[in-house]
């Protein structure tokens, strides 16, 4: 298996029935988070878990996982980060639609050919930003087609056109 893709992160116990509040970082949590779904743990001890229902709740997706029957169970999960094999996900018919992993590690550099570092994480806070470290430490660009009209994975690299101070280091 590949290095595995995070699809949620187990969270605080709802209720006393063994339901837990998932933090989804999966844009199809429909069906990754469906009843009868078998799914990889990290920590690897604390599964392999199998979805017995999901529904959602003020916002949330509360699951139970079969054999998590109390709130104990519940709670012993909290903090286990659910994955996926990379290769279970179906390549995306858009050419601009890209899975975080794809884009952690791409070097970035300016439109004019500018080292700027390297994309570490992708966050997902409304809009999508990419946190590049490089030399000049951590900066965050919108990823929006304005700011970065050039993505080539397998090249290894993303072009950024930043706004004249996204990357002043204040």
Known sequence: MSEPLVV???????????EV??????????SRF??????ATDP??????T???????????LVRFAG?????????LRGAWLVVDPGDIPPSADPDDFH???LIGLAVVTADGADVGRVAEVLHHGQDLLVVRGTAGETLVPFVTALVPEVDV???RLVIDPPPGLLDPS
Not at 8 to 18: K, L, M, S
């Open 21 to 30: 509040a998932i933090d989804v970082r999966t844009d199809d949590p429909e």
């Open 44 to 49: 690897v001890t604390a599964g392999p878990l």
């Open 100 to 102: 975080d992993q794809e």
């Open 8 to 18: 949620g992160r187990i969270g605080r116990p709802h209720g006393v029935r063994g």
């Open 68 to 76: 998590i029957g109390d709130r104990d169970a519940a709670e012993a």
């Open 51 to 61: 979805i017995e229902r999901a529904r959602r709740h003020s916002g949330r997706l």
């Open 154 to 156: 397998s090249g290894g």
């Open 34 to 39: 469906a009843v009868g779904v078998v799914i």
